[in-house]
């Protein structure tokens, strides 16, 4: 029988701790060995119980969420599921992904009310995959990062046979893993780059901000309607699906809906890569990263029904490797690279 995943929760809120507890005690993979109030005391309990994961508020009294974050990462990484409200704490959860927390789950109010109970399913999915996050791997890329202070861009030049879109699809240790490659890309990346990073509502444009500060490439969050130009980087928006239409003139823009509703991902990778397969035909490079479960193998399947190429990443780099080995179990994987090595296949290949 494996182990159960030992959680501990982090919360000023009595209340929330009280919700939290139950949600997990739903799960027979779960036990919850704590509760803490605010970060110093999540900081003691951490050291006393080792946890296999932390679910984690980000505004606390005393020592807030960041805080606490970059202190138990120095002492002893573990793997952080974020556990807080998008419209009032935007700016720290993007400090607490840069601190290494793995992933998110959205409060749906700040009050004590019975509508917190509706994100237990949520809560229990994103504990399991946390608990197969490899920190080692997380802390890898955030010290090569730190490494590249000037990042050896990769420069391309256009060359026959190229491809015209480079298609990604990335979730769990996506905004780690994109933040360390997309700065290795030049200005004068020939093609544009769109990308489905599954977070929550109210993230990703803050993320798009981020990356586009240390880029060379222009990093926005997609508004729908835009024509795709070379050298930008559309990021799908949280709660909508990306796709790709080409219009009477030829040019493709990007579209922006809730529809299909029946993904299990809203933005789904899936629904991107196959729309990117019928607007371009053979001429698209699908990139599947980093990521719990299997999002992106349907739509890989398109893109090599149409000729196109696939690529994943390496299991070696992976912090959790489930969309890319799904892709490359099923034979649709052209070539593997790790992420160290995909700023420079990519380039190579467009």
């Given at each position: 029988?494996a182990?159960l995943?030992?959680?501990?929760i982090?919360?000023?809120?009595?209340?929330?701790?009280?919700?939290v507890?139950?949600?997990?005690?739903?799960?027979?993979?779960?036990?919850?060995?704590g509760?803490?109030?605010?970060g110093?005391?999540?900081?003691?309990?951490?050291?006393k119980h080792?946890?296999?994961?932390?679910?984690?508020?980000?505004?606390?009294p005393?020592?807030?969420?960041?805080?606490?974050?970059?202190?138990?990462?120095?002492?002893?990484?573990?793997?952080v599921v974020i556990?807080?409200i998008?419209?009032?704490?935007?700016?720290?959860a993007?400090?607490?992904?840069?601190?290494?927390?793995?992933?998110f789950?959205?409060?749906?109010t700040?009050?004590?009310t019975?509508r917190l109970y509706?994100l237990?399913?949520d809560?229990?999915?994103?504990?399991?995959?946390a608990?197969?996050?490899?920190?080692?791997?997380?802390?890898a890329?955030?010290?090569?990062?730190?490494?590249q202070r000037?990042?050896?861009?990769v420069?391309?030049m256009?060359?026959?046979?190229?491809?015209d879109?480079?298609?990604?699809?990335?979730?769990?240790?996506?905004?780690?893993?994109?933040?360390y490659?997309?700065?290795?890309?030049s200005?004068?990346?020939?093609?544009?780059?769109?990308?489905?990073?599954?977070m929550?509502?109210?993230?990703?444009?803050?993320?798009?901000?981020?990356?586009?500060?240390?880029?060379?490439?222009?990093?926005?969050e997609?508004?729908g309607g835009?024509?795709l130009r070379?050298?930008?980087?559309?990021i799908a928006?949280?709660?909508?699906h990306?796709?790709?239409?080409?219009?009477a003139s030829?040019?493709v823009q990007?579209?922006?809906?809730?529809?299909?509703?029946?993904?299990?991902?809203?933005?789904?990778?899936d629904?991107?890569?196959?729309?990117?397969?019928?607007?371009?035909?053979?001429?698209?490079?699908?990139?599947?990263?980093?990521?719990?479960?299997s999002d992106?193998l349907l739509?890989?399947?398109?893109?090599?029904?149409?000729?196109?190429?696939?690529?994943?990443?390496?299991?070696?780099?992976?912090?959790?490797?489930?969309?890319p080995?799904?892709?490359?179990?099923?034979?649709?994987?052209?070539?593997?690279?790790?992420?160290?090595?995909?700023?420079?296949?990519?380039?190579?290949?467009?």
């Amino acid at each position: 029988m494996a182990s159960l995943i030992r959680v501990l929760i982090v919360d000023d809120s009595a209340f929330v701790r009280k919700v939290v507890t139950q949600a997990l005690a739903r799960s027979p993979f779960i036990e919850v060995v704590g509760t803490a109030r605010d970060g110093e005391e999540a900081l003691e309990l951490a050291a006393k119980h080792s946890p296999d994961v932390i679910t984690l508020d980000l505004m606390m009294p005393r020592m807030d969420g960041v805080e606490f974050l970059r202190r138990q990462m120095t002492v002893r990484p573990v793997p952080v599921v974020i556990c807080s409200i998008a419209h009032e704490s935007g700016e720290m959860a993007i400090d607490a992904f840069d601190a290494g927390a793995v992933e998110f789950v959205q409060k749906p109010t700040a009050l004590a009310t019975e509508r917190l109970y509706d994100l237990a399913g949520d809560l229990v999915a994103k504990v399991k995959a946390a608990s197969q996050v490899q920190m080692s791997k997380v802390a890898a890329i955030e010290e090569a990062r730190a490494a590249q202070r000037a990042p050896a861009v990769v420069r391309a030049m256009r060359a026959e046979g190229s491809y015209d879109v480079v298609a990604i699809g990335v979730s769990t240790g996506g905004p780690h893993a994109l933040r360390y490659m997309i700065p290795q890309l030049s200005a004068n990346f020939p093609s544009p780059i769109v990308i489905v990073l599954h977070m929550p509502v109210g993230y990703t444009a803050m993320y798009a901000e981020r990356l586009n500060a240390i880029s060379a490439l222009e990093v926005v969050e997609a508004k729908g309607g835009e024509v795709l130009r070379a050298g930008v980087v559309y990021i799908a928006p949280a709660g909508r699906h990306l796709t790709l239409e080409r219009d009477a003139s030829g040019a493709v823009q990007t579209h922006l809906d809730f529809r299909p509703l029946d993904t299990q991902h809203r933005p789904s990778v899936d629904v991107l890569f196959r729309s990117a397969a019928e607007a371009y035909g053979s001429r698209v490079l699908g990139l599947v990263m980093t990521g719990m479960g299997s999002d992106g193998l349907l739509g890989t399947g398109y893109i090599k029904a149409r000729g196109g190429f696939v690529m994943t990443e390496a299991e070696s780099s992976c912090v959790v490797y489930g969309m890319p080995r799904a892709v490359v179990d099923a034979a649709l994987s052209d070539r593997s690279a790790t992420l160290g090595e995909l700023a420079s296949c990519i380039t190579e290949m467009v």
